[in-house]
């Protein structure tokens, strides 16, 4: 998906500036840690998944997304997945008060259990049967994939030529979870240059970027 929220390599928004590990605080204000402690909330209720909440967020308009902060975003993708899950009404949600009963088919985890799945989380590696299309040295391509859902593919990268440095296995494909699929592919760590991504005046050093198998093409296939 081609967003707001896809901004790694364009040029017009500025420098960045990060705040230090020791400056920067966890939450700037109240609302903030709110606005977190919902989303973890809501999420153990286990009507969405994490790629589903990803892209909650990225189906904003870009102006609203660009012009928000980042809690003001995930603030935003909760209320569209709780209306969209029919757990909140529109009316319910301009009026901040519950009208209707909670669902009995709900799932709602005790203060001792949402503690456990919090500390635990969710790994994403998963065994799968079929061998990987990539070995470790192998020159790759990395697909266009104008694609409307989801991914986990940097546009910025994307008709890039890189190099695979590693592989992890198996995990849960984002494309596909985002849609309710929970279907693994190969994930790999490719190498890229500095300037393959953003061009000749870059600075020179190597970037590395986990992908998934269907993200990536051998470099010498017409398949881009």
């Known amino acids: 998906m081609r967003g707001g929220h896809d901004l790694g390599g364009r040029q017009g928004f500025g420098p960045i500036k990060p705040e230090r590990d020791s400056a920067e605080p966890v939450f700037h204000s ?44 995930w603030l935003a993708g909760t209320e569209r997945l709780l209306l969209e899950a029919g757990l909140i009404s ?29 500390t635990s989380g969710g790994p994403a590696a998963r065994e799968i049967d079929r061998p990987p299309r990539f070995a470790a040295g ?15 593919a940097p546009d910025y990268a994307q008709g890039c030529r890189g190099r695979i440095h590693d592989l992890h296995g198996g995990h849960v494909f984002p494309d596909a979870n985002s ?15 500095s300037r393959e991504l953003w061009g000749g005046d870059a600075e020179t050093f190597e970037v590395l970027i986990d992908l998934w198998e269907p993200y990536l093409v051998h470099a010498d296939a017409n398949d881009k």
């Not at 192998?138 to 986990?152: F, I, N, P, S």
């Open 179 to 193: 849609q309710g699929d929970p279907v693994a592919h190969h994930l790999y760590s490719v190498e890229f240059s």
């Open 138 to 152: 192998d020159a790759v391509m990395v697909r266009r994939r104008y694609t409307t859902g989801h991914t986990r």
């Open 90 to 118: 529109e009316q319910e949600l301009a009026a901040g008060v519950a009208a209707a009963k909670t669902r009995s088919d709900l799932r709602v985890p005790g203060p001792d259990d949402a503690r456990k799945i919090l």
């Open 30 to 73: 109240a609302w903030e840690r709110r606005a977190f402690a919902l989303t973890m909330a809501t999420g153990l209720l286990g009507q969405w998944n994490i790629d589903q909440s990803r892209h909650a967020r990225e189906r904003q308009h870009p102006v609203a997304y660009l012009g928000q902060s980042y809690y003001e975003n």
